[in-house]
């Protein structure tokens, strides 16, 4: 892959130039797994990834239970497929759990193995045939049987059931979160060994974001370096090292390599897999524009890209998008703006 752009290898991997798909599911699965930090803007860093954007399919996908929203990596969430959900939470749990068993320590909160499963039995009979269960449902509910329990307590309950795989996403909401049975909503569980499960991840990371370093994938997948290293280990051939400036990246032996075509806009959402997926963010974005792009508590802005190179922030509640353009010199090509505008379905 000699004299190949990294821009615009990161452009095709992640389906942002020349996209494949047209079923947003198809997307979520490419990936793995995908930030879904912000509610609206999940919908559009898929939407946006399929050859012709639509928020009905993306409802739909998400409904029929193929797009499942879930905690999982770094403890945050992400968008995984119905097909991945099962061995992606058995192979992220240890840590996930971990983590949130850090902030419950944190905030003084201790939540004994018995009182969990009395939750987790009354949990499961209130959210019992509802694929659109509010948290303030469940309160109530709770309420009703004579459980008092404060909100900050009831998500850390929540967050256990989840990682215990009782419960998931309900059906798509205008603005809140819903929850539904993992066993009425996604169905059995698709089994497979740690190794099996560590290759298959590391074949997802590469491909959608490829040329990508170690780091990128510890990073991503929130796993340690010896799984990592493993993950990769187990695809042989398929993953190829490659040089970047004097640093090691990887690249699937598959990726595509055509289809970039220079003046592209995209109008990427707070905390897209483009930059949040990444350690090595300066591929695309100047390290000193950094801070405009996210802070240093980890809240990633929407932002523009210009040939893949992010170059302003935009404003997703404002119909022109209120695009502001942060490096000096450039300017974007009208046309093509309007065309990302008149897209966007966000």
């Known amino acids: 892959m000699a004299g190949f752009n990294p821009v ?18 198809e997307v979520v699965a490419w990936f793995g797994a995908m930030q879904a930090q912000d509610y609206r803007g999940m919908r559009w860093a898929v939407e946006m990834r399929t050859c012709r954007p639509s928020s009905l399919a993306f409802e739909k996908a998400y409904n029929d239970g193929r797009i499942i929203r879930t905690h999982l990596q770094r403890t945050t969430w992400q968008l995984v497929s119905r097909e991945d959900y099962h061995w992606m939470l058995e192979l992220c749990r240890p840590r996930a759990l971990a983590g949130l068993r850090g902030w ?12 969990k499963w009395r939750m987790q039995e009354s949990l499961a009979e209130i959210v019992a045939g509802g ?9 109530m509910a709770l309420k009703q049987r004579g459980v008092c329990i404060t909100d900050q307590r009831l998500s850390y309950h929540l967050r256990l059931a989840e990682y215990d795989g009782l419960l998931c996403s309900g059906d798509l909401h205008p603005t809140k979160r819903t929850l539904a049975l993992v066993s009425e909503k996604i169905g059995s569980p698709i ?18 974001h490829g040329p ?4 990128d994938f510890i990073w991503w997948s929130g796993l340690n370096k010896s799984d990592c290293r493993r993950g990769i280990t187990l695809l042989g051939d398929e993953i190829v090292p490659i040089k970047i400036d004097g640093q ?5 032996a598959e990726a595509r390599t055509r289809g970039f075509r220079s003046g592209r806009v995209l109008l990427l959402p707070p905390f897209d897999e483009y930059l949040i997926g990444y ?19 980890g809240i990633f802005y929407p932002v523009v890209a210009l040939d893949g190179e992010i170059v302003g922030n935009w404003r997703p509640s404002e119909a022109d998008c209120g695009v502001t353009i942060f490096k000096a010199g450039v300017s974007l090509p009208g046309e093509a703006l309007q065309k990302e505008i008149g897209r966007r379905v966000f």
């Open 248 to 252: 090691d990246y990887f690249i699937h």
């Open 131 to 139: 694929r659109c269960v509010l948290k303030e449902d469940i309160a």
């Open 191 to 208: 089994r497979m060994d740690r190794d099996e499960a560590l290759g298959l991840l590391a074949r997802k990371y590469f491909r959608s």
């Open 8 to 25: 615009s290898l990161r452009l095709l991997s992640q389906q942002l130039a020349a996209p494949q798909f047209k079923d947003p599911a």
């Open 212 to 215: 990508a370093t170690l780091e």
């Open 104 to 115: 419950m320590h944190s905030n003084g909160i201790d939540i004994p193995d018995d009182e």
């Open 279 to 297: 350690k090595s963010r300066h591929v695309v974005l100047h390290p000193d524009h950094s801070h405009k792009a996210h802070n240093k508590s």
